[in-house]
C-alpha cells in the first residue's frame, strides 16, 4: 500500500482469488484460450424460482430500504432450513442478521469480535479474506498449518499449542481451498475446546450442501446449545444456490452479537439488497428449489471424480488432498519439479491457458487450488493441458 493510506489498510492486498479471475477473463476477452478454473463461483445459472421471486419483488415494488437486520420472510425461511439441515433443532430467526453476501457477514463478525492486538486463529491453508478481514479489524491472524496426513485440517491438539489461547479461530467446512470436511467428532472436540478456552469460533459454512459424504456437510448446529455460546456460523445463498451475483448472506451469532453486527452495518451498508432477499427466501423456502441443489451437487460430484481420477491415472504420485465437499481440488505442484505454486500459475496460464489459483493466496505455496466449478468439456480440456505441463515439469 502506497504512502499517505490509513495505518487501517497497512495489511491490504487485492483479493488474489478475484484477481485471478479478472486476469482471466482479461485475456479470454483479447482473444486468448483461456480456460478459468480459477474462480471459486458455480457456472450454472440461479434456479428459476429464487430468480422469479426477485423479478416478483421488484415488480412488487420491494425496491426500497429494507430492514437493517433483513427481511423477517428471509430470516424466517433461513431459520427454518438451518433447523431442517440439523436434525430440527430450534434456530431463532431474531439471532440471524442478513448481509451483503457472507463476505460481509464474516467481516461483521470479525470487526464486532476482535480488536487491536486480538490473536485470530487461522487453520491453514485458508481462504484468502479471512487474514485480511482480520486486520481490517486490527487483530492478529495466526495460521495454524493444517496436517498434511488429514487432509489438511487442523486438530485440537495443534490448536491447544497455541498458548495463550487465540481470541477467535476461523473454521472454514467444507474449506475452501482444500475441499476437506471436518467431521461431527471433530467440530464437536473443537467446539468443547473454544468453549473450554473462551474462543469464539467463527465457522464459515458457506459450502455446507455441497458434501459428497451423505446430507450436507457436518456443522456447529448440529451440537446443543451449550457448545454455541461463543460461535457464530456463516452461511449463504452464493454456492450451493448459485446465487453468487446476488450478494446475499447471513450470520446466526450470539444475540449480543448480532445486535452488534446489526448496528455496525447500519453504519456501512444498512440492509442487504431488497430484492434480492426475497430471491433468498424464495431458496430457502420452496422445495422445488431442492431438487435444483441435488441436482448441481450431483453434477459437481462427477466433476470431482473426473478430476480425481485423472490425476491418479495420469500423475501418480501427485498430492492432493481428497475433496469431500465444496469445488475445489488442492494439489502439490513441488513434486512436479522444483517449481512453487505461483511459478506453476504464471506458466500454466501464459504457456497453456489454463488459470489456477497459486497456494500463495490460501497460505503455502508448495499447492495449488483448481476450481471444478466450470463446464464438464472445459474441465476435460483444462486437465490435458494441466497433466502434459505437470509431466513436462518432471522431465
Ligand atoms: N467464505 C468462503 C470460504 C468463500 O469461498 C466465499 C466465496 N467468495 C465466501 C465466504 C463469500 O461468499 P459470498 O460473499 O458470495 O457469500
Ligand atoms: N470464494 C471464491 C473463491 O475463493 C470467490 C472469490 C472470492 O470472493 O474470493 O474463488
Redesign the pocket.
Known amino acids: 500500500m502506497s504512502d499517505g493510506l490509513s495505518p487501517n489498510l497497512q495489511h491490504l492486498e487485492t483479493s488474489t ?1 478475484i484477481a485471478i479471475s479478472a486476469e482471466a477473463k482479461r485475456r479470454k476477452a483479447a482473444g486468448e484460450d483461456v480456460i478459468d478454473l480459477g474462480a ?1 463461483e458455480p457456472d450454472f445459472p440461479t434456479p428459476p424460482l429464487p430468480a422469479e421471486a426477485g423479478i416478483k419483488a421488484i415488480r412488487d415494488g420491494r425496491t426500497h430500504y429494507p430492514a437493517n437486520e433483513g427481511i423477517l420472510e428471509l430470516r424466517a425461511a433461513a431459520a427454518k432450513h438451518l433447523s431442517l439441515l440439523s436434525g430440527g433443532r430450534p434456530v431463532n430467526a431474531d439471532h440471524i442478521v442478513v448481509s451483503s ?4 457477514s ?1 467481516f461483521n463478525a470479525c470487526f464486532a469480535l476482535f480488536g487491536p492486538g486480538d490473536v485470530v486463529a487461522i487453520p491453514a491453508p485458508a ?1 484468502v ?1 479471512y487474514p485480511q478481514i482480520v486486520h481490517l479489524a486490527r487483530g492478529r491472524p495466526v495460521l495454524v498449518p493444517g496436517e498434511l496426513e488429514w487432509s489438511l485440517k487442523v486438530s485440537v491438539r495443534d490448536l491447544e499449542r497455541m498458548l495463550p489461547a487465540p481470541k477467535g479461530l476461523i473454521l ?1 467446512s467444507p474449506c ?1 481451498p482444500t475441499g476437506g470436511v471436518y467431521t461431527h467428532a471433530e467440530i464437536k472436540a473443537i467446539a468443547q475446546w473454544g468453549r473450554d478456552r473462551k474462543v469464539w469460533v467463527i465457522a ?1 459454512e ?2 455446507r450442501r455441497i458434501h459428497y459424504g451423505t446430507g450436507p456437510a457436518p456443522s456447529f448446529l448440529d451440537l446443543p446449545d451449550e457448545l454455541l455460546e461463543r460461535v457464530v456460523v ?1 452461511y ?1 445463498v ?2 450451493a444456490y448459485a446465487m ?1 451475483g446476488w ?3 447471513l450470520g446466526l451469532a450470539p444475540p449480543a452479537v448480532a445486535k452488534a453486527m446489526c448496528a455496525l452495518q447500519s453504519h456501512t451498508t444498512s440492509g442487504a439488497n431488497h430484492p434480492a432477499q426475497y430471491a433468498a427466501a424464495a431458496a430457502f423456502a420452496d422445495e422445488r428449489v431442492e431438487a435444483d441443489v441435488a441436482r448441481m451437487v450431483a453434477e459437481f460430484r462427477k466433476r470431482r471424480d473426473l478430476v480425481v481420477n485423472r490425476f491418479r491415472q495420469e500423475l501418480p504420485g501427485a498430492e492432493f488432498v481428497e475433496p469431500l465437499g465444496a469445488f475445489y481440488f488442492f494439489f502439490r505442484v513441488d513434486s512436479f519439479g522444483k517449481i512453487a505454486g505461483t511459478e506453476f500459475c504464471t506458466r500454466l496460464v501464459t504457456q497453456s491457458g489454463v488459470a489456477l489459483v497459486p497456494g500463495a493466496a490460501f497460505g503455502d505455496d508448495r499447492w495449488v487450488r483448481l476450481s471444478y466449478a466450470a463446464a464438464t468439456p472445459d474441465i476435460v480440456r483444462a486437465l490435458d493441458r494441466i497433466i502434459e505441463f505437470a509431466k513436462k515439469l518432471g522431465d
Open positions: 482469488t471459486g453476501g457472507s463476505k460481509q464474516l481462504w479474506s472454514c475452501n464459515d458457506i459450502y456463516i449463504g452464493s454456492k453468487t450478494r446475499i448472506g
